[in-house]
């Protein structure tokens, strides 16, 4: 309980977090309930026109994604310092490094496209989400099944626990399924980071080796900075941003008033998405500030190992795993301590709870920041 008072206290301010996305699917939602707008301009041949240019956008951010991947191992191929090479008919890929500007302009070129594409797809596949919804009437059971024929959900298969009563997870399940989404999270964390650091390595081995004329050099270097920021900008606008929203105090208010076990399950809600939320919210920061940190800390300490693209990138990717799972345990364990010791110090009846909270609900959003700027440089210097 003491979770989910903190939780909502923190929740009940003037501010907001909400997706972008979210909001123009309220607007849809209001749009086809209202009237009969759904049968007149919509229905079940809007959705069926929707899925398939769904389908279409999303074959295509497949085969972008495929093709960036082989340009980000052909860039790592021509920073290998490794003597012997992987040759094809004859041809070896350290050839390529002549080429090495191209590539490196393709592969920014593709992470713009693929950014908008991607976005782009998640704004449609919510459309289609919400007109299944209106057509199966929300009904949660009929829609998971009726959604398949317009969607493409590759991991509807993955294993749901049943509903029936008596029935719970065996422990080797729980195993397996534990094994999994960990194997998975470090699979895109190497995909995601490692991909980065392979194009800071070779922007920077661009930038002081430049194979091509001088101003094509300059403007490729130039484009692969501003299309790694975009995509950076294009991921953090698909995230909660805030709003600001003054009528949830009165909300909130009429709603404790009418029904106390209603207002009671609305903070339990609002406690579990706020802790969901910060747990992606912190990864997220922490992968970013990993990367800036270490890069910066190379530039400035040990320039000479960025020439070396094959021991750059594997100390960085397990350096990411390790500072992502020590940070995010950390400020974890630093959460919990924090909290624990507020509701011993201010229970229910003292003064000045609210002014406190904040205080440490800051205290707690820089040491966030913090923790994994200097887990980085620990395992730079012990590292490298």
């Known amino acids: 309980m003491e979770n989910q008072d903190k939780e909502s206290i923190k929740e009940l301010t003037s501010v907001n977090w909400k997706t972008a996305l979210s909001v123009h ?11 009969d707008n759904f049968d007149r301009f919509f229905g079940e041949k809007y ?10 956008f999303q074959r295509t951010t497949i085969k972008l ?36 500007e191209l590539l490196l302009l393709l592969s920014a070129i593709i992470a713009i496209v693929n950014s908008i594409l991607n976005a782009y797809c998640k704004y449609i ?6 007109g299944i919804n209106k057509v199966t009437s929300n009904n949660d059971d009929i829609g998971k099944f009726y959604s398949i024929f317009f969607i493409d959900d590759y991991f509807s298969w993955f294993p749901v626990h049943s509903n029936q009563e008596g029935r719970s997870w065996h422990g080797f399940t729980l195993v397996l399924l534990s094994i999994f989404v960990i194997a998975t999270l470090i699979l895109i964390a190497i995909i995601y980071i490692g991909s980065i650091l392979v194009q800071i390595v070779v922007i920077y081995d661009v930038a002081t080796k430049p194979a091509s004329h001088e101003y094509f050099n300059t403007f490729v270097v130039i484009f692969t900075i501003a299309s790694i920021f975009f995509s950076w900008l294009v991921t953090f606008m698909q995230l909660p941003l805030p709003e600001v929203d003054t009528s949830n105090y009165s909300k909130l208010t009429k709603i404790k008033e009418a ?3 209603q207002y009671k399950e609305i903070l339990s809600n609002i406690a579990n998405n706020n802790i969901k ?10 992968s970013i500030l990993y990367i800036v940190t270490l890069v910066s800390l190379c530039l400035y300490k040990q320039p000479d190992i960025l020439n070396d693209a094959y021991l750059f990138l594997r100390t960085s990717i397990t350096g990411a795993i390790l500072v992502l799972f020590v940070s995010t345990e950390l400020c974890k364990l630093a959460d919990n301590i924090t909290w624990r010791l507020y509701f011993e110090k201010y229970p229910d009846e003292s003064e000045n709870r609210a002014k406190e909270i904040n205080k440490r609900s800051k205290a707690l959003k820089k040491l966030q920041l913090l923790v ?4 980085t440089v620990a395992y730079f210097y012990y590292a490298l």
Do not use: C, H, W
Request: glycine content about 4%; proline content about 2%.
């Open 372 to 375: 994994p700027i200097l887990a």
């Open 259 to 261: 029904n106390p076990d």
């Open 25 to 35: 699917i309220d607007k849809f939602k209001d749009t086809i309930n209202q009237n």
């Open 125 to 130: 596949r919510a459309i289609i989400k919400e």
């Open 47 to 56: 959705i069926e026109k929707l899925s398939e240019k769904y389908i279409a």
């Open 65 to 100: 994604g495929a093709i960036y991947l082989v340009l980000i191992l052909l860039l790592f191929a021509t920073q290998s310092s490794v003597n012997s090479e992987f040759e094809f008919l004859g041809f070896g890929f350290k050839n390529l490094e002549q080429n090495k």
């Open 277 to 286: 939320k910060e747990k992606r919210m912190l990864i997220f920061k922490s």
